[in-house]
Each structure stands twice: as structure tokens, then as C-alpha cells.
């Protein structure tokens, strides 16, 4: 079996949850504290000297790390993309095949805290909307207590739980297809 879509499977994974928790971190380096206006609820990451950021794209500001991870999704999508063709037929890929590229799982849009719209999507659709949710608020040169209940912010932060369980999922039918082949 390819191990690389295994790879971007897993990669993608980890970058749903990422994208979560950073673009949680980008409101509060971003919004004025409400107790000191002139200051942010929090710092940029303070790490240990030599902590390699490669995996940050080399920056320790959530704004740029958020620019990197969401431009990692359309590349871990092409990475997964080569489980769609990958022994066909096989019952186990093709259990695989519908976890990750069906729409098996709800992807729920957000107007505000209390309005929210389901819809059937699969894995890769949702990594997809969550990045552009994340371009879309990061673009904002000032971050206000509005974006932090607006429709950005929440659809993309509530919707990694159900793919990544879904993507697991996935992963645990492709170990399963490997362990059959001896």
C-alpha cells in the first residue's frame, strides 16, 4: 500500500486540528484585552531557542502559521487523492475511499453562535472550507469581538472533530487492508 496516502491522511488530519487550535490562538494575539485595551489577550508563542519552526512555516506569529497550514491543505489533499484510484474494488479501500471522499459526514456553516447550517460533506470538502474560512479572517487587518463570533471564526473551528474521527477511521480500514496482505 502506498504509505503516502496513509501519510497525507494522517497529515491531514493533525492540519484540522492545527488550524483549530491556531486560529483560536490568532483571535487572542489579535483582540484588545478587555480589562487593558492597549493590549492583546495574549502573546505571540514564546518557544525554547532552537525550536525548529518548520512545521509553523517558520514564524512564530499565528497570523503567518495560519497562512502556512491552510496552503498545506491543498497539497495533502493531492496526497490523499491517491487513495480514489488505489487497488479499486477492493472492499477495504473502497470502505477507505468512502470515509474520506464521501459525504458521510455533516459540515455545519455558521451565521452567528445560535445559526447553524448542516450539509453533507466529506473529509477533503471540509479541509477545503476550513481553509478558506481561515484565509477569509485572516485577511481582516483588525480583529474585533465581532470576528470572534462571526461566521469565520466558528465554522472554522467547529468542524474538525467529526472529519478527524472520520479520517482515523479511514486509516484504522487501511492498517487493516495491510495486515490482510500477508
Same mark, same amino acid.
Given at each position: 500500500?502506498?504509505?503516502?496516502?496513509?501519510?497525507?491522511i494522517s497529515?491531514?488530519?493533525?492540519l484540522l486540528?492545527m488550524l483549530a487550535?491556531?486560529? =483560536?490562538?490568532?483571535?487572542?494575539?489579535?483582540?484588545? *484585552?478587555?480589562?487593558?485595551?492597549?493590549? !492583546?489577550?495574549?502573546d505571540v508563542?514564546h518557544?525554547?531557542?532552537?525550536?525548529?519552526?518548520?512545521?509553523?512555516g517558520?514564524d512564530v506569529?499565528s497570523?503567518e502559521?495560519? !497562512?502556512?497550514? $491552510?496552503?498545506?491543505?491543498?497539497?495533502?489533499s493531492?496526497m490523499?487523492s491517491s487513495?480514489?484510484?488505489?487497488k479499486?474494488g477492493?472492499?477495504?479501500?473502497e470502505?477507505a475511499? *468512502?470515509m474520506?471522499?464521501g459525504?458521510t459526514?455533516v459540515?455545519?456553516?455558521?451565521?452567528?453562535?445560535s445559526?447553524e447550517?448542516?450539509?453533507k460533506s466529506?473529509v =477533503?470538502?471540509i $479541509?477545503?472550507?476550513i481553509?478558506?474560512h481561515?484565509?477569509?479572517?485572516?485577511?481582516d487587518?483588525?480583529?474585533?469581538?465581532?470576528d470572534?463570533?462571526?461566521?469565520?471564526? +466558528?465554522t472554522?473551528?467547529n468542524?474538525n472533530d467529526?472529519?478527524?474521527e472520520q479520517m482515523s477511521?479511514a +486509516?484504522?480500514?487501511c +492498517?487493516?487492508?495491510? +495486515?490482510k496482505?500477508?
Open positions: 500500500m502506498h504509505l503516502s496516502l496513509m501519510y497525507g497529515y491531514m488530519r493533525n486540528n487550535a491556531f486560529t =483560536a490562538k490568532f483571535l487572542f494575539e489579535e483582540l484588545p *484585552d478587555p480589562k487593558s485595551p492597549e493590549e !492583546k489577550v495574549t508563542i518557544l525554547q531557542e532552537g525550536f525548529p519552526l518548520t512545521g509553523f517558520d506569529r497570523r502559521i495560519l !497562512k502556512y497550514l $491552510a496552503a498545506q491543505v491543498s497539497s495533502t493531492s490523499m487513495l480514489r484510484s488505489y479499486f477492493n472492499e477495504l479501500l470502505k475511499r *468512502d474520506v471522499f459525504s459526514i459540515f455545519n456553516f455558521y451565521t452567528n453562535r445559526m447550517y448542516p450539509m466529506s =477533503a470538502q $479541509a477545503a472550507l481553509a478558506t481561515i484565509g477569509s479572517l485572516i485577511t487587518d483588525e480583529i474585533t469581538y465581532d470572534a463570533r462571526g461566521s469565520d471564526y +466558528l472554522a473551528t468542524n467529526l472529519a478527524t477511521s +486509516l484504522l480500514v +492498517l487493516e487492508y495491510i +495486515l496482505q500477508d
